[in-house]
């Protein structure tokens, strides 16, 4: 792959993360379903890692972490950074071993960000002193409200992006 | 006929010629209409006239096409007005509600005439179902900072400022499992701490631990600030108590207060940046 089609892809990829920041933000974050609000933020990372270079999508988790955590009040210091590069790194795992990188593997990558990222809220949240019972509560409504927009959102654009993007 | 015109043309011509100006002479000297301008006049006439209908036709064809173009034009310039005139009244509407609002924190600056407020726009609500927390468009460069606290235009609490930047700040919502507020009960006067639950955030409710008489509770009981410590100003409404449970320990009873504000429907708040007894 050649170094402009490289940074064409990435800018592509940069583009749409801004986007789908903007629809979280203001669209999204106003959404309530069974009192929850949809949150796909660590999904861009995973779903980002299943058909990129593992080196490549760590990058772009790190820049995506840095970003959401600026813009975003979160649980914990550097909670996107961390969460972002774990599921990348988890994505990139489950693509090259588990399943093939498609909708299937979209699906399982961005479960397993959001359980990872509601599992740190949640213990978190269980250290302060909340009930078990509450926090799986919302831990699962959240992956399961979530889920379906994250693959709404990301895996379309992203698999399109790499779909044009590739030689 | 060809050899008749070349063999006595010249000569037609110059009769011709003669002829032509014998008639201009006895036009020029005789008076009132020349019979021969006349007879002329009269073939000519019906030829103006059909010129003329022609030419009139022509001109109300012109004129026709003139005023679609002017009536176009008009029609433009007017759509151009009402579009105008809608963004003016979109404008007023907006006005009009900012309007409803600043009235009634007005009111709350005239029940409270110490109070130095700060008017701002929630931009965004939290990204997480962790926590409760808004952002709105004032910081430091407004006189905001951490610690003010935020009401919205009825003075009932919304929470407090934890986060500032130079044109934003973060508010930490009563709701928050962060927050923790100095509150008195209005009608029996126990004082007592407001705490955000992640097991109440849900219903919009906190919890009022550390009673001494959870018993004297009624529901409907207004909670407001305490404003002990000189943190927040007292008697900011924080909610009513809805019921009193006991925590899971067993030991501890808390009273659940239903929050008067609801975060996620608030779209304009006063920061309260300095108040008399501060600290």
């Known amino acids: ?167 | 006929m060809k050899r008749f015109f070349s063999k006595n043309g010249l000569l037609l011509l110059s009769a011709a010629a003669t002829v032509v100006v014998i008639l201009c002479v006895i036009s020029a000297i005789s008076s009132g209409t020349p019979f021969l301008r006349n007879v002329a006049g009269v073939i000519a006439s019906p030829f103006r006239a059909a010129g003329s209908a022609v030419a009139g036709w022509a001109a109300d064809v012109d004129a026709h096409f003139d005023s679609v173009e002017t009536l176009q034009e008009e029609n433009d310039e007017l759509r151009r007005y009402v579009a105008e005139l809608e963004e003016e009244l979109r404008r007023a509407r907006v006005a009009m509600e900012e309007n409803i609002h600043l009235r009634e924190a007005l009111g709350l600056t005239t029940k409270n005439p110490d109070y130095t407020l700060t008017e701002a726009k929630v931009t965004e609500r939290s990204i997480s179902n962790w926590f409760s927390v808004l952002t709105i468009n004032r910081g430091t460069a407004d006189g905001v900072d951490i610690g003010q606290c935020v009401t919205d235009e009825y003075g009932n609490l919304v929470g407090i400022i934890t986060d500032a930047g130079y044109n934003w700040s973060r508010i930490t919502t009563l709701l928050d499992t962060d927050s923790s507020v100095g509150a008195t009960v209005f009608r029996t006067g126990d004082v007592a701490v407001t705490q955000g639950r992640l097991e109440l955030m849900e219903e919009g409710c906190l919890a009022l631990c550390y009673l001494t008489d959870p018993d004297s509770l009624i529901s409907g009981d207004q909670v407001v600030t305490s404003g002990l410590g000189g943190y927040l100003p007292e008697g900011l409404v924080i909610g009513t108590v809805r019921e009193v449970r006991v925590d899971d320990g067993g030991v501890n009873r808390y009273a659940v207060v239903k929050a008067k504000v609801s975060p996620e429907k608030l779209v304009q708040v006063f920061v309260i940046r300095d108040f008399d007894g501060r600290e």
């Open chain 1, 1 to 167: 792959m050649t170094r402009r089609l490289l940074t064409i892809r990435w800018s592509f990829y940069g583009l749409a993360t801004v986007l789908i920041l903007v629809l979280q933000s203001q669209v999204l974050g106003r959404i309530s379903i069974w009192g929850v609000c949809p949150i796909v933020l660590t999904c861009l990372g995973a779903v980002g890692a299943t058909r990129e270079p593992l080196p490549h999508a760590v990058i772009y988790a790190i820049v995506l972490g840095t970003v959401s955590d600026t813009l975003f009040a979160a649980a914990l210091p550097c909670f996107y950074v961390l969460l972002c590069v774990a599921s990348a790194a988890l994505s990139g795992l489950v693509a090259r071993r588990v399943v093939v990188p498609g909708f299937l593997c979209s699906v399982l990558c961005c479960a397993v960000a959001l359980l990872l990222s509601g599992g740190v809220s949640a213990v978190v949240m269980l250290h302060s002193g909340a009930p078990a019972g509450t926090a799986t509560g919302l831990l699962l409504r959240e992956v399961l409200i979530s889920l379906p927009f994250a693959l709404l959102l990301i895996h379309p654009v992203f698999t399109r992006i790499h779909r044009i993007t590739t030689p």
